[in-house]
């Protein structure tokens, strides 16, 4: 490119094409263009850069873009963009049959980063990295879920560690979002009925490499007030609000799609929130003039469907009272009675006493059902048995496919040079063979896995300290102390994930004498760092925060135990890449599959959880560590809680800390870095989207 050729028109076009396609959520150099152009509004908007091409004016633009490096950047990044929109790398026949009918993926949250926050935690980020796996692979995919214009919320703890949700408006104008228009150019919308009212819908379109993801709202000003805000908030407001979230989702949404004249070959329900969406199918069947039975055979055909909750009380039921007075208008369309449409949605459709379950009914829709590990799997067969009168258990027609991660999201730039200098820039093909992995894998040079790892928790401690010196600002406090915490020598454990009371954080201080000894050794330092949300009105998951942060102002605790504000997707990045070991200790079997663990592989962090999800089939005794065996439990809660922080203390004394210390004379923890390897060559292949959505299309898409 030289400077004779430049047409500022069309640079800035690049750019644009650029910022709005997000495919740069998983290209760094893309990126670092953004960032280099205004540093102070990226980190201010979280990495955000349509918000950067606000603050910048044309004349500003063409200037910069006048620096031959700019420039070059720019078309080296705009030109990876369009070979990666133009690459086909998986056998076409297995994706023939979706060319022109694309598979339709409804879920009510979907993450695809930080700067697009609509997502609340391990459910959105799965069907985000499936949204950019599936634009990988080549398949035509569209994804479905709501516009929440004030996001889940922003976590602050007030000075008695109490956490508090703070709630803002995003503005539209700096995300990567289109509004959908007709051929007129107005806003393209289609109407659903939620009790008497007639709610206006609208899209709008975010393109995430080749996928496409369609955000629908009701902030409309023909909307009624109270239906206007319906889709401000990720699983905001009580029951009524929710049923009416999921109207919008599965029947606006199967609608929108209708209006823009999609014929989808498959429609994924990722989890049962979207599971209405099957009665706006069944309502177009029936327009043609099929009895209901035959409608329903005709809806099946096309849906499939993906539990993840291994608990009864987990899953959405609505009751008669107000299945009717949301739903009762639609329900006299189908030409039916309210008691037969409420049969759709029970176990024993004559059961007057059970209420609506919004699995129940994904489950009677889909032709294909899975969950999403192995032991869920089972689980799920043995919850559901009832619905399949005379199949045992293991008869039940459930499947599972183990959740991933989308490597190239968790992956960080310093990881991702390691791999790339030494076993070379197509490292990333080789991982899906094993031979050519396992050579590659055996190349890496201990010396710089520990550099690595060095750089990592390094990077990971200032980006702690520069977040709590803010904290701490904010409340007025004296800051001087936040330098002081953590150390880049020490053995250093994360557990951030959603302070759901299952995943029992507070764990590791069942014992206080015990943790106490365990963190202060001055010898083999330890610090754990803890980050994740409760839900607004899960107050006990509030108080294990609580907990955490009182123990972390424990002079026995103060600098080796931090809790982390306002867990998302940039605070996971960077708690994923620096942390050594990864730590997961639910009570089993809840956490269906879980995937933060997932994320620590590539960047050399090392997993130490129980045998639940997919750590229990990822872990072959070399490749990171087990709290407990691999079997259920007999006992009560109490009883179990207390054998797994026995385990858990015995495998982070015994094991854990005497391995990571074990150094050699050059200073190198040999031992810990060849499990470092061991992990990377037998997990970063299978546990990711890339083999998780393949295993979607050959054993669901697919499928008849
Ligand atoms: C990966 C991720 C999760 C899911 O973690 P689990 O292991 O399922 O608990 C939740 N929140 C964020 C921000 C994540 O990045």
New binding site residues.
Partial sequence: MTQKSFHFADERKKVYELAHNMRWAFDCPTQQFFAKLSPRVWDRSSHNPIAVLNEISDQELHSRLLNKETLTELNSCYDSLCRYIAKVNTPPQMLKKFEKHPVAYFSAEIGIHESLPIYS??LG?LSGDHTKSASDIGLNFIGVTLFYRQGYFTQRINSEGWQLEEYAQHDYTNLPITPVTDEGGNLAKVQVQIGRSLVSVAAYKVLVGRSILYLLETNLPENEEHYRDLTSRVYGGDSTTRISQEIILGIGGAKILRTLEYEPAVYHMNEGHSAFLTLELLHEQMLLGKSIHRAVEEVKKKCVFTTHTPVAAGHDRFTQDLINFSLSGFVSSLGISLDEFMGYGRVNPSDKAESFCMTVLALKMSRGANAVSELNGRVSRQMWTGLYPGKKAEQVPIGHITNGIHNLTWLSMEARALYENSIGPKWHEKITQPASWKAAIAKLPDEEIWALRYTLRRRLIEFVREKMRKQQIRYGNSSDWVEKILSADALTIGFS??FATYKRAPLIFTDMDRAARILGDPKRPIQIIFSGKAHPRDDAGKAFIQQVIRLSRDPRFTGRVVFLED???AV?RQLIAGCDLWL?NPRRPLEAS????Q?VILNGGLNCSVMDGWWREAYNGKNGFSIGEDKDSQLSVDQQDKIDAANLYDVIENKVIPLFYDRVASGLPLKWIKMIKDSIRTIAPIYNTDRMVREYVTKYYLAK
């Avoid at 879980?594 to 663990?597: F, I, V």
């Fill in positions: 935690g391990g980020i994930r959603r867990y998302d997707m996971a997961n879980g995937t933060s663990g994320k």
